[in-house]
């Protein structure tokens, strides 16, 4: 198998190639882009191995991987860190099983304690599968009201209460207030903040293909998301709101207008993200009518001997977690990027 195919890595002159390989494999995901190499390496530093099987001169395969390594939780492979989705996407078993094999040696030769894959279907029977992750993607319509109509009596209720506050919606040029309330959220949620450089480093990197929405209540903040677009698909992937949000139905709101953005954007898959199953966020978006997918997190280990359990749910990190909700914004901001970057 392994004389058909030629192992090559990411560069500069080899990107575009990726990119149009990407956007022709029906199983690739914005998280397969060659961007993401950028990002990891300017935002965080970690050392990158973006690899891709080659026949003829066409790419068939395609793996994007980064190593992230610390004190505190471990030195990892994966595809991808800080992303949802990842795996492999190929054109056919044979080049899939050709980087599998690739990475397995690459994750031998580092030394790391696992290689992990994070994929949307389950690819290797012969390793551990960790299905604590579900995701939420649903078909929307061009026309509003069809989809008002389609979230459930309930929520739709909740949507409708957030119009009448009347909230304003703009696309948003620059990071501050978005930064402002995605860090307020993430720390009442007990986890450390991203640094602002990575949502700069995302914003110039992706271009129009990333955006950001925030709501306002009479020039005041009161939430905000980092959107991506990728084919006919959008995903919220970064979002948060102030105090005042939950008063308003502010992210209701917010994911509402969000919809109505991105269909006029020919956008047709709404793609709601991952949640750990039975969490709030997996409620919130079951209330809109989402199913949840399973995602099927596979580990090849090689000095671990057990999968990770890096999660806030895991009662080993409750002390971390509680001490981390009482820290006054700023002091949060200031700790949370030096903790954030290993947690891929």
Known sequence: MSAEFTLRYLDQSSCDQWNRFVENCPEATFFHLSQWKKVIERAFGHKTYFMFAEKNGEIQAVLPLAQVKSFLFGNALTSSPFCVYGGVAANDQSSRRFLEDQACDLADRLKVDYLEMRNIKRSRQDWPCKELYVTFRKEISADEEENLKAIP???????????????????????DDFYTAYATSVRNLGTPVFSKKYFKVLKEVFGSDCDIL????????????????????????????????????????????????????????FDYGRSKVGTGPYSFKKNWGFEPQPLFYEYHLVKATEMPDINPMNPKYNLMVNTWKKLPLGLSQFIGPMVSKYLG
């Not at 905000?224 to 709101?241: A, I, T, W």
């Open 153 to 175: 009596r309930k929520q739709r209720a909740v949507v409708r209460k957030g119009i009448k506050a009347d909230l304003q919606s703009d696309i948003d040029k620059d990071i």
């Open 214 to 269: 925030t709501i306002r209540k009479e020039n005041k903040l009161i939430a905000s998301v980092m959107n991506f677009y990728f084919k006919d698909e959008v995903l919220p992937y970064y979002g948060g709101g102030t105090e005042e949000a939950r008063q308003v139905k502010g992210n209701d709101y917010m994911y509402w207008s969000l919809m109505c953005h991105a269909s006029q954007r020919d956008v047709r898959i």
